[in-house]
């Protein structure tokens, strides 16, 4: 027995700890393993009667960035004292950095505990074996460090010629000479081609996504299964039409070094997170046309300022994606004030008439909403401004508008040609397997006719869904061509035809506009716009405010003015009876009574009838009392002229003033009237007396 192994260190338990940094060296370094667990054999051959195992580190680096609950393990039983001889093969399996290692060893003097590997027994007690452990442990980590710096020099050469040998995305295959080409298969190319395509015309990733769900379309997704790869072919989910959009891959370049690692003390150690994104410019590698790309790179940037266009509104500098509303402008105005976006909410009889309002001051409970405006009048002067601008590219619009709609009809049925094309190809493999069997094998017959019969019926369907396409969308006729190319002549017209979407409406905004300025604090009853345009080019704006009151639920001014005149003479049930006789009705479309007069009167500073001084007029049955004729008589003075009368508006009754009955020539008339020397006449449209 070595003298530095006393009885005090046989009483205690040896500790024999066993670790290795990956998995795969658990799997293959098979000898190494059974090196270690020898040691419990050693441990025994010392004099220890009591041995622990531990083994809990297996497949977990000892770099110090991930925890080891055997090394934590063992730190606390040394600790209690409990340990007499901790066993290890070498330093490195212990620990590969400083901080365990020299804590360890500090544990180790504090109880007296040995250190024994394959080379000696230690006694860190010792200035000597504590200096020469102390070297151990320091080459450990600088021989980590040395391997490490070798093997990411190596990689980082391959990075640099683009030839590293990762696992290329679906569409794409590996070279022999580790490059990388589209895949050979044109079902393929042409769905990827297809996404990138319609995901352009929607505008938006989720509408595109939307589009294969309801049209039944199945992309391509590689699977890996028993180390074989294969394609399958299903309905896709965002994540994973999000991960193609975004991967540079498609743009013909390659990428490396996308995301990094970021490492942070927790506990008193280090932790390491990976997968954290970086900023484009911030890629440590980036070489283009490093190969064939479904899409140029112009595009992909294009994209890229789509999809980050498209993100919610909490986040404040994007516009967010084109939804469903009438607010041909939200996600574009930004209030001037606080910097927030602008939100917008729907008033007015069908709740289609937008209003944008900055809700900055009632989310912090302190400050009102910094501005408020009905977004009629605002749309309409951006929009002007935005026709204005392309107006010149009208016609070329229309003409790639010809070429989309005609790319548009072919993208699902090419889709759908291939897919038979490959059908067709199962069906003739399915028939030549059936045909090389033996037939009188029926249990191998019977399976491969089977499978025959399942690759007809594929084609029989696929058979329908084509024919279904070719049938459902007709090419334009030459009268639907003239008529585009004459919209696109005058874009308001077509800005204004009733078939044009509104979402496309809002995407074209978008495409020309980066965001509005808003300022509606102006005391000239003004809204102050700026608009940004995508060129860098800015343009001031001047919008009128609708005055207070003012807006699709106001009664119209024509009918307050009627009621100012009616209510000189009337009191408010006879005035809501001619209104609605005369068919106006309020600005909810509501037909009048008493009440909803007198809060018109009200609203518009209109006094009610005096009972003490009356009204200075008549109507024609109190104008044909009192001088004691006909209202034929009357009727018929008003209509020669001798008779001053005034009506508001058709089916309302004539006003006459009192002081014109005294007139001479009235008078006169009147007598002659009541002598019978006038024509008497009928009258069914007299309005009577209320």
């Known amino acids: 027995m070595n003298e530095k192994i006393t009885n005090k260190h046989l009483d205690r338990t040896a500790y024999v700890y066993i670790r290795q940094s990956t998995l795969q060296q658990v799997r293959h370094n098979v000898e190494s393993g059974r090196r270690q667990y020898q040691l419990e054999d050693r441990a025994r051959e010392l004099g220890f009667e009591a041995v622990v195992v531990v083994d809990d580190d297996l497949g977990i680096s000892g770099a110090g960035s991930h925890e080891r609950p055997g090394f934590t393990r063992l730190l606390a039983a040394v600790c209690n004292g409990e340990v007499g001889g901790v066993f290890a093969l070498e330093a490195s399996r212990l620990a590969r950095n400083n901080r365990d290692w020299h804590h360890l060893i500090d544990l180790c003097v504090l109880t007296e505990t040995v250190v024994i590997d394959a080379d000696g027994i230690y006694d860190p007690r010792l200035l000597n074996d504590r200096l020469l452990l102390g070297l151990k442990g320091t080459m450990s980590e600088f021989e980590l460090g040395i391997l490490r710096q070798r093997a990411q020099e190596a990689y980082r050469q391959k990075v640099l010629r683009g030839e590293v040998l990762t696992q290329v995305p679906i569409g794409y295959t590996r070279t022999p000479n580790n490059g990388i080409e589209m895949t050979p298969d044109l079902q393929i190319q042409e769905a990827i081609r297809g996404l990138f395509l319609r995901f352009n015309e929607c505008g938006s990733l989720r509408q595109a996504l939307v589009w294969y769900h309801d049209e039944k379309i199945l992309f391509p997704t590689s699977r890996r299964r028993d180390g074989i790869d294969s394609v399958e072919w299903r309905l896709p989910h965002y994540q994973y039409l999000l991960r193609i959009v975004k991967n540079p891959t498609y743009a013909g370049a390659f990428a490396w070094g996308r995301t990094t690692s970021r490492s942070e003390v927790i506990d008193g150690r280090s932790r390491k997170t990976d997968g954290h994104k970086l900023a484009m410019d911030e890629w440590q590698v980036l070489i283009k046309d490093h190969h064939p790309g479904y899409i140029s790179w112009d595009q992909f940037v294009t994209n890229r300022q789509t999809l980050k266009s498209n993100r919610t509104k909490m986040h404040q500098t994007s516009t967010g994606a084109a939804r469903k509303g009438t607010a041909l402008l939200a996600g574009l105005l930004r209030c001037t004030k606080c910097g927030y976006k602008l939100n917008v909410a729907y008033r007015g009889r069908d ?150 979407p509104t979402d496309l409406k809002k995407r074209l905004l978008r495409t020309v506009i980066n965001e509005i300025l808003v300022n509606g604090e102006s005391e000239s009853g003004y809204i102050e716009m700026i608009i940004h345009w995508v060129g860098g080019v800015h343009t001031s704006l001047r919008v009128r405010k609708n005055k207070a009151g003012l807006n699709t639920n106001a009664t119209d001014k024509d009918i307050v003015e009627f009621v100012r005149e009616l209510a000189t003479g009337w009191r ?9 006789r005369a068919g106006f009705r309020t600005g909810k479309g509501n037909c009048w009574n008493e009440n909803r007069v007198r809060h018109l009167r009200t609203e518009n500073g209109i006094p009610p009838l005096s009972k003490s001084t009356g009204r200075t007029w008549k109507t024609m049955s109190e104008t044909a009392n009192e001088l004691n004729v006909s209202v034929c008589v009357v009727r018929t003075m008003v209509k020669n002229k001798l008779l001053p009368a005034k009506q508001v508006v058709k089916n309302a009754p004539w006003m006459i003033e009192s002081k014109d009955l005294l007139r001479s020539e009235v008078q006169q008339y009147a007598k002659q009237a009541r002598a019978g020397k006038s024509a008497p006449c009928e009258d069914n449209n007299q309005m009577l007396n209320l």
């Open 572 to 580: 408010d049930p006879h005035i809501a009876s001619i209104l609605n």
């Open 351 to 500: 709740g289609r008439a937008p209003r944008y309002y900055c809700s900055a001051g009632n989310k912090a409970k302190t400050t009102p909403e910094c501005l408020s405006f009905g977004g009629v009048r605002a749309e309409n002067a951006v929009v002007d401004r935005v026709l204005e601008a392309c107006q010149p590219l009208g016609v070329e619009a229309s003409l790639q508008v010809l070429a989309g709609n005609q790319e548009e009809q072919n993208q699902k049925q090419r889709a759908l040609e291939l897919a038979l094309e490959k059908a067709r190809f199962e069906v003739d493999r399915a028939r030549r397997q059936y045909d090389a069997a033996d037939p009188d094998n029926r249990l191998v017959a019977g399976e491969l006719e089977n499978r025959w019969n399942s690759a007809l019926l594929q084609v029989a369907e696929i058979e329908e869904c084509l024919l279904a396409e070719q049938q459902s969308k007709p090419p334009l006729d030459d009268e639907q061509r003239e008529r585009l190319m004459s919209l696109g002549a005058d874009l308001h017209s077509l800005w204004n035809e009733d078939a044009a």
